[in-house]
């Protein structure tokens, strides 16, 4: 049965985020060619971003500009997505499962008395429902979620659900909705970017993360010489984090972040589970470890034992050769 679907879209310093895109993917699997709307919070024109998403797959979007959305707040985004979807009555509404999105969805799930299905992986719509695939247990089993009927949030795992080809020639109308956005309790001062530039680590294609092994803050330079050669990033393990080799926002794990890139390469990292719970879904894995017995190598695709300053140098100029 077809749906009326909306995708909250996310944008960082005026770029939508590629997680927008495959949640728009996500969405017309629900809506089984119903429609798919977008809703763009902001304070500047959002116009562009808006016929972005419409090139990706959506088939309207709403905007909300106001100077109170200027930065995320709770409070702020939830005001205007409520109006949106008051207005609209969807039956089902998407986003990625980001910071963001983790906390605006269960507010505004908890306040419409609706379900939500958080981090899914994967959408398939089988016989008349629609079946949802989530990690649990820290990604060691997966569970599948059934829904039949009723309005239902869903954040997805950045880089598991493919975005569509980007569809210039895709018509549609992006429409500006205002609200009268008030009572933000949250006063935002300074947004302070702690991550390096370059490609955002939850949804990087590529990453070469660090451990302990890697010694010192300096020891990461190769590390980032062969995620600049790749297109990738880099990140790191607590352990290298709280060594203070790199910066906390790096951390991948239990308690830092969830990623599932295309290709992992893990230097000096031993693999405790806390570690394995934030990238054993990572398409291909790669270990290097000087000890054979690293817990890292059960989970590994490919393990290369050596010192991960022998193997590096060797890796990057190979790789260079190949670029020639
Ligand atoms: P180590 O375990 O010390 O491993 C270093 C590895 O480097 C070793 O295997 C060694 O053989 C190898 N090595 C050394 N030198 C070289 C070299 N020259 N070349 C090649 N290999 C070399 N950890 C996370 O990563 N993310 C989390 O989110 C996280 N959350 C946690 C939450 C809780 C509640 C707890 C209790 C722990 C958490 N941890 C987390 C910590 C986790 O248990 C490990 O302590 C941590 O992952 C270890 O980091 P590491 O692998 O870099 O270091």
Do not use: W
């Amino acid at each position: 049965m077809s749906k009326k679907v909306l995708v909250i879209g996310e944008a960082r310093e005026g770029t939508l985020r590629n997680v927008t895109f495959e949640a728009i993917a996500a969405a017309n699997i629900i809506s089984d060619g119903g429609e798919v709307v977008g809703v763009l919070c902001g304070s500047d024109s959002l116009e562009d971003m808006g016929k972005e998403m419409i090139y990706y797959g959506a088939d309207r979007v709403i905007t909300v500009a106001n100077e109170e959305l200027k930065t995320y707040t709770s409070d702020g985004y939830g005001q205007a997505v409520l109006a949106v979807i008051n207005d609209e009555s969807p039956e089902g509404i998407v986003m990625g499962h980001t910071s963001i999105g983790k906390d605006l969805t269960p507010k505004l799930a908890s306040r419409l008395e609706s379900g939500l299905i958080s981090d899914a992986t994967e959408v398939v719509a089988e016989g008349g429902s629609i079946v949802f695939t989530r990690p649990i247990y820290s990604g060691k089993a997966f569970e599948k979620k059934e829904i039949t009927e009723g309005l239902t949030f869903a954040t997805i795992r950045p880089n598991n659900i493919p975005a569509a080809a980007r569809d210039e020639g895709r018509a549609g109308e992006v429409t500006e909705k205002s609200v009268d956005v008030q009572n933000i309790r949250t006063i935002i001062k300074e947004v302070i970017r702690k991550s390096t530039d370059g490609v955002d680590l939850s949804e990087a294609k590529v990453v070469i993360a660090g451990g302990r092994g890697v010694k010192s803050a300096e020891g990461f330079e190769p590390l980032e010489e062969l995620a600049e050669l790749l297109g990738g990033t880099v990140g790191a393990s607590r352990g290298a984090c709280d060594a203070g080799y790199c910066d906390y926002s790096l951390q991948i794990g239990q308690t830092g972040k969830v990623i599932t890139p295309d290709l992992y390469i893990a230097c000096g990292i031993s693999g405790a589970i806390q570690h394995l719970a934030g990238m054993s879904n990572s398409k291909v894995i790669v270990a290097i470890n000087k000890d054979p017995e690293a817990n890292i190598f059960n989970v590994a695709d490919y393990g290369i034992v050596g010192d991960l300053f022998d193997v590096l140098p060797k890796l990057i100029e190979e790789i260079k050769q190949m670029k020639v």
